[in-house]
């Protein structure tokens, strides 16, 4: 069978992401989908090593933001705002 091998301190990282996962979806309800993302992306970078947080912070929200008006515009799918913001 196929079988996937990490090292302990990514299978740790990997486990705390999927422990996170309801809790990123059930905020997404309350701070829509871009704060939510941008949040859970942080937090993915970092658990998984980066610690640069010139690095961290700008690529969470502009993925998010990204993630965002693709869906938004391209496929016209409307995500979860934020209340009294657009997005």
């Known amino acids: 069978g196929l079988c996937l091998e990490l090292p302990e301190a990514q299978f740790a990282a990997f486990s705390a992401l999927i422990g ?7 905020a997404m309800n309350y701070v829509g989908f871009v704060i939510s993302s941008a949040l859970f992306l942080v937090a ?3 658990l998984f ?10 690529v969470a929200v502009v993925t998010a933001f ?7 515009f391209a ?12 997005f």
């Open 20 to 26: 996170a996962g309801p809790a990123y979806v059930f």
């Open 44 to 46: 993915s970078m970092y």
């Open 49 to 58: 090593g980066e610690r640069n947080w010139k690095v961290i912070i700008p």
């Open 66 to 72: 990204v993630v965002w008006a693709l869906f938004s």
């Open 75 to 86: 496929f016209m799918i409307v995500l979860p705002a934020c209340p009294g913001l657009p």
